[in-house]
């Protein structure tokens, strides 16, 4: 069996910004990661790069940021005033905030507090990065009726409810 369309795919992945060489997030620590094939569950570069695999394939694949969390938008980054803010408890630089907005909801990290203004960034944190993928492929099963319906995977290692 290969990797395709409808398949529930289990992999290891270990992430690194290209740019840097730092370790971003890695499986190693957890069961491997299931995901349904051909969903959008993963990245666009990196479900590209696991067609076709076999279990047991590794492999290393660098993505753009036009096929991973897209570029950076400069517009992304914008002050609102503290006062809006002021029922948050425990403000600080780094918190993600979600916001309702007309295109749905966005996350805002906090990247600096001023005296009247806060500075937020809509951006995605890893908008902009060139990521490297290090990847094995653990196990690949047939999709349920219900997993396809759902457009992800189910199980211990996939979406629980
Ligand atoms: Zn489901």
């Given amino acids: 069996m290969t990797v395709a369309q409808d398949k529930v795919v289990s992999i290891h992945y270990k992430l690194i910004n290209a740019d840097n060489g730092d370790l971003i997030e890695s499986s190693k620590d957890r069961p491997a990661?299931?995901?349904?094939?051909?969903?959008?569950?993963?990245?666009?570069?990196?479900?590209?790069?696991?067609?076709?695999?076999n279990v047991g394939d590794e492999f290393q694949v660098t993505i753009a940021p036009e096929d991973a969390y897209g570029?950076?938008?400069?517009?992304?980054?914008?002050?609102?005033?503290?006062?809006?803010?002021?029922?948050?408890?425990?403000?600080?630089?780094?918190?993600?905030?979600?916001?309702?907005?007309?295109?749905?909801?966005?996350?805002?990290?906090?990247?600096?507090?001023?005296?009247t203004e806060v500075t937020v960034d809509a951006n995605h944190p890893l908008a902009g990065t060139t990521l490297i993928f290090d990847v094995s492929v653990e196990s690949i099963r047939d999709a349920s009726a219900e997993e396809i319906e759902h457009g992800h995977a189910h199980g211990p290692e996939g979406h629980q409810h």
Avoid: C, F
Avoid at 36 to 46: C, D, S
């Fill in 33 to 53: 990661m299931a995901y349904l094939h051909g969903a959008n569950n993963l990245i666009p570069g990196l479900e590209k790069a696991l067609e076709g695999k």
């Fill in 71 to 115: 570029p950076r938008h400069d517009s992304g980054v914008q002050k609102v005033p503290l006062e809006a803010l002021k029922d948050i408890e425990n403000i600080e630089v780094g918190m993600v905030l979600t916001a309702q907005t007309e295109q749905g909801p966005a996350n805002l990290q906090i990247i600096e507090i001023g005296e």
